[in-house]
């Protein structure tokens, strides 16, 4: 097996960029996403916005749902760097 350089193994500032960006895109989608659509189910015309779930509206149940999902979501933010061994 061939040694990596080690200079080569650590991720240039750029790349460390890249990484963080898109862990920040998947964790805003994360939230936004089933926000939206809450706010989307409440505010719906007549018929869906009637839809019920054990007489309570499905549009509040899925606010219950996209809240317990951003309580699992928190472990899962950002984290501190890896410091280089």
Do not use: C, K, N, Y
Not at 22 to 51: C, D, K, N, Q, T
């Amino acid at each position: 097996m061939i040694p990596r350089d080690p200079v080569l193994a650590a991720p240039t500032p750029r790349d460390r960029f890249r990484r963080q960006r898109v862990r920040l895109l998947r964790a805003s989608a994360l939230v936004i996403l089933p926000l939206g659509a809450v706010g989307w189910l409440l505010a719906a015309p007549h018929e869906l916005a009637a839809v019920r779930l054990g007489g309570v509206s499905v549009g509040w149940w899925l606010s219950g749902l996209a809240w317990a999902l951003g309580l699992l979501a928190l472990p899962l933010g950002p984290r501190p760097p890896r410091r280089a061994a």
